[in-house]
């Protein structure tokens, strides 16, 4: 069964640090970090692919945000630093076996739980 499984969000104050944690079960082309804010759309955040580990981040976390992954555990990592208010979402993991088209959410096929983030003032 495959399986993506979120961990490390919780409540920090502005500037703080989280690190969010995604254990995978299958072998993916590329992975990725998507978060959703109450009451607006799917937004990517990090991707990160698996043959060479060449990765993208959204304008709004560069500098301030880390993807890595770790294949020989099967883990991938989104390391958050200097953590905003406007970064609070569900941040999810998700996984595909094929190309995709950057940030777009539908490419992917298998999806975590989601892990909550929220960044306090």
């Known amino acids: 069964q495959v399986e993506l499984v979120e961990s490390g969000g919780g409540s920090v104050q502005a500037g703080g640090s989280l690190r969010l944690s995604c254990k995978y079960s299958?072998?993916?082309?590329?992975m990725a970090w998507f978060r959703q804010a109450p009451g607006k759309g799917s937004e990517g955040v990090a991707t990160?692919?698996?043959?060479?580990?060449?990765?993208y981040l959204d304008d709004s976390v560069k500098g301030r945000f880390t993807i890595t992954q770790d294949k020989a555990e099967r883990m991938m990592y989104l390391q958050m630093n200097n953590l905003k208010p406007e970064d609070t979402a569900m941040y999810f993991c998700?996984?595909?076996?094929?190309?995709?088209?950057?940030?777009?959410?539908?490419?992917?096929?298998?999806w975590g739980q989601g892990t909550q983030v929220t960044v306090s003032s």
């Open positions: 990160i692919y698996d043959l060479n580990g060449r990765n």
């Open positions: 998700a996984a595909a076996r094929n190309a995709v088209r950057l940030w777009r959410a539908d490419d992917f096929e298998d």
């Open positions: 299958d072998n993916y082309y590329v």
